[in-house]
């Protein structure tokens, strides 16, 4: 069993960041961020493979967004630079115990931190 517990969301306005963080409770092979903004289905963000350290990203979001990974804490991390208006929603983390880690099949999920950003 892993838990996950997301925290670092709020509000900030449009050009600004945020960092978002995931305490997970055991060692996954792979590591996620995804966001589900209102209306909308759940996408992926961004992940890691434990393992190698491989990332992957969203085309749409790469440079903006970098996840890394702390092993020490277990900690995973979602950085967030010049946030857009349209960047709101829920991010959760989520872990899978096999890879591939590019998958939306994750086997365990936090609930979540939302995330606002003004105009």
């Known amino acids: 069993q892993v838990q996950l517990v997301e925290s670092g969301g709020g509000s900030v306005q449009a050009g600004g960041s945020l960092r978002l963080s995931c305490v997970d409770s055991?060692?996954?092979?792979?590591m996620a961020w995804f966001r589900q903004r209102l209306g909308e289905e759940r996408e992926r963000v961004a992940f890691i493979w434990s393992g190698t350290g491989l990332k992957g990203y969203d085309d749409s979001l790469k440079g903006r967004f970098t996840i890394t990974q702390a092993y020490d804490q277990n900690t995973l991390y979602l950085n967030m630079n010049n946030l857009h208006p349209e960047d709101p929603a829920r991010y959760s983390c989520?872990?899978?115990?096999?890879?591939?880690?590019?998958?939306?099949?994750?086997?365990?999920w936090g609930p979540g931190t939302q995330v606002t950003v003004s105009s």
């Open positions: 055991r060692y996954a092979t792979c």
């Open positions: 989520a872990a899978r115990w096999d890879s591939p880690c590019a998958t939306d099949a994750y086997d365990y």
